[in-house]
């Protein structure tokens, strides 16, 4: 049976409780030797005389949902029945930029159908899009079922505390074990390692396909941006000659869209480009792609005589290539305002200095039709739509 994730409101959620318990036949020892060269740490999984369980009941302070500590706390559940069956919660570590897993539960009778892994799944699909360096969690040493399952996952340990619980948690085998996953390193992938073309209507599903996971829970639950390169190809301002599309191994990693906007000033009207989208399929994020294509289709639009490009976009990812928050042109958007994410760059030195007033996009960026983004995302298969931290609405 599927299961749906959900995301569980702190208004609604906090406070609840979340039963933990298990029962092992299992531990890891864990012995700590101080010798004249240092410490040698030994940890080696043991059986118990005797089965091992915990309940919550046993707990002065059981797991809850949304602890005042956790100040970045958000969760996600599985519900049966209006029934919380299922549940994850992390925690933003800023000042070190990991995701700690606070909470991760599964009721007995719904283990060992998949819902855990998924729900792990959901914490690195989050590190991926905060760019995490790790997640980290808490277990301890006589859990083996859970660190049995964090190493399946991906976990490996990276830390102990032996005197967490109670003073003499060595002796009674129950050793807070700090355990954590790192994303994959990427690579930086070469000009030469990747075609970029314009496209051409065979890879149409293709590029859309790609640009909804891009873009799938990325500003809101779901996306509108494939939608939005359908309409784009049919609009009067689109740029075929500067779109272009990064292919590797003959399949679609990436995609830029460009179209004709404007700057009016009272009576004058002066004509720039944007782009949108800029968009790289998931998998290959991180490794320079989205760069390579916006490098190489700003020579083309400088060629092609265009003074200068204006954006909304990423404030985090486009000053390192040279863009400039619009008030340093003396552009705002549409209604007078101007923001970190309202950008700009000139095609050629000093392309902008006599363009001032406010910006305008093609009309095909405004108001698109949730009714038709429904419709249109039956063509392609079918993805979940899922609350994450810092979504737009």
Same mark, same amino acid.
């Given at each position: 049976m599927e299961y749906e994730i959900v995301h569980l409101p702190k208004e609604k959620w906090k406070g609840t409780i979340i039963p933990i318990g298990y029962k092992t036949d299992k531990y890891y020892d864990v012995l700590v030797n101080n010798t004249e060269k240092g410490f040698i740490i030994e940890?080696?999984?043991?059986?118990? @005389?005797?089965? &091992? !369980?915990? @309940?919550?009941?046993?707990?002065?302070?059981?797991?809850? $949902?949304?602890?005042?500590?956790?100040?970045?706390?958000?969760?996600?559940? +599985?519900? +049966?029945?209006?029934?919380?069956? *299922? *549940?994850?919660? !992390?925690?933003? =570590?800023?000042?070190?930029?990991? $995701?700690?897993?606070?909470?991760?539960?599964?009721?007995?009778?719904?283990?060992?159908?998949?819902?855990?892994?998924?729900?792990?799944?959901? *914490?690195?699909?989050?590190?991926?899009?905060?760019?995490?360096? *790790?997640?980290?969690?808490?277990?301890?040493?006589?859990?083996?079922?859970?660190?049995?399952?964090?190493?399946?996952?991906?976990?490996?340990?990276?830390?102990?505390?032996?005197?967490?619980?109670?003073? /003499?948690?060595?002796?009674?085998?129950? +050793?807070?074990?700090?355990?954590?996953?790192?994303?994959? =390193?990427?690579?930086?992938?070469?000009?030469?390692?990747?075609?970029?073309?314009?496209? @051409?209507? /065979?890879?149409?599903?293709? &590029?859309e396909l790609m640009t909804q996971h891009a873009f799938w829970n990325k500003h809101c639950p779901g996306c509108d941006e494939h939608y939005l390169v359908h309409k784009l190809r049919q609009d009067k301002d689109y740029l075929p000659e500067l779109s272009r599309i990064a292919l590797k191994d003959g399949n679609v990693i990436g995609c830029i869209m460009y179209s004709k906007s404007r700057v009016v000033d009272g009576t004058d009207t002066h004509e720039i480009i944007t782009f949108g989208p800029l968009c790289v399929d998931p998998k290959w994020q991180g490794c320079g792609v989205g760069e390579l294509l916006l490098r190489e289709t700003m020579n083309l639009a400088a060629d092609k005589g265009y003074k200068g490009i204006i954006i909304f976009g990423e404030p985090d990812y486009y000053p390192r290539i040279g863009f400039k928050t619009c008030d340093n042109f003396n552009i705002t958007t549409a209604d007078g305002k101007n923001f970190d994410a309202f950008m700009g760059i000139e095609l050629v030195e000093g392309g902008m200095k006599d363009i001032k007033g406010k910006f305008y996009e093609a009309k095909v960026f405004e108001n698109l039709s949730k009714e038709e983004v429904e419709e249109y995302n039956k063509k392609f298969p079918k993805l979940q739509k899922l609350r994450f931290p810092g979504q737009w609405d």
């Open positions: 940890i080696e999984k043991k059986d118990f @005389t005797e089965p &091992v !369980t915990h @309940t919550p009941q046993e707990y002065d302070f059981p797991d809850k $949902l949304y602890e005042d500590h956790w100040e970045n706390a958000y969760a996600w559940g +599985v519900l +049966v029945n209006d029934e919380l069956v *299922a *549940a994850i919660e !992390t925690d933003q =570590e800023l000042w070190s930029n990991r $995701l700690r897993i606070t909470e991760l539960w599964v009721s007995e009778g719904y283990q060992k159908q998949g819902i855990g892994h998924k729900l792990i799944n959901i *914490a690195k699909e989050q590190a991926r899009r905060e760019r995490r360096r *790790a997640i980290i969690l808490e277990t301890q040493s006589c859990n083996v079922n859970a660190i049995d399952f964090y190493q399946h996952e991906g976990f490996t340990l990276i830390g102990m505390d032996t005197c967490c619980y109670k003073n /003499n948690d060595l002796q009674r085998k129950e +050793v807070r074990l700090e355990f954590g996953w790192f994303p994959e =390193e990427k690579k930086k992938i070469k000009r030469d390692e990747i075609e970029i073309r314009i496209e @051409t209507e /065979n890879d149409w599903y293709d &590029v």
